[in-house]
């Protein structure tokens, strides 16, 4: 026997509950906090590609059009999203005290010096190959700090033993991954030689460091010389990239 197909006259008692849904008003669907979040994720911004602009540079700007951090950094006045790196940081190991003398290697555009004066920094001296704008409180020199003058250039400013050492300096690379680790471990190692010739007893040294972290030399030193060191990567460094922070606490010795 043929089946009859379904009634579709309304029920009699509209409204009560009918399996999971309600009949009559319809209910209105309410938007959870983490899907609100989420929505800012979903508005993502494409940029298209203009004449003699090359791929890499198109996806370079769709990525900072899209970074939060980027956005953060531009609603707190943050010359660069870095700054939220050394937030971090010194969330987590407590870096940064009142009245605190800092040198900060490889400042442009300024984000870090930006964050160590917020944090209650009496002064920082800042260097980088590039220009700075200046920000009050600091002293910043345009100089390649690979240069061999540039050491006593920063202690000529300081006029006492820092008590921490920041270094976010970073090799300009040049494709071929050998020659690109080689010019950061100079880097890593110049800085650290910095830090552990000037910093006061019980300073701090932080530096930017890739490809799995310090050399084994230098982290050995490093170990002998302060009480604590260990890596760490902030959430603000892109998830994508190869760098993590070396963060070497309470300087005890200056051992070679």
Known sequence: MARKPPSHRPRANKGK???SKTEGRKRSRVTSKPEQDDATRLLHTKVKTASGRKISSKLWLERQLNDP?????????????AAFKLEELDDKFGLLKPGSLVVDLGCAPGGWVQIAMKRGADRVVGIDILPVDPVAGADLIEFDF???SAPRRIKALLGAAPD?????????TTGHRQTDHLKTVSLVEAAAEFAMETLRP?????????QGGAEKVLLDRLKRNFQKVQHAKPESSRKGSPEVYLVAMNLQSREP
């Not at 951090?69 to 999203?81: D, L, P, T």
């Not at 019980?202 to 890739?210: C, E, L, M, R, S």
């Open 164 to 172: 921490i050492v920041v270094s976010d300096l970073a090799a300009n």
């Open 17 to 19: 509950m009918s399996g």
């Open 69 to 81: 951090y980027v956005r953060k950094a531009k609603e707190k006045g943050y010359r660069s999203r």
């Open 202 to 210: 019980g300073g701090h040294f932080v530096t930017k460091v890739f």
């Open 146 to 148: 690979m240069d061999d």
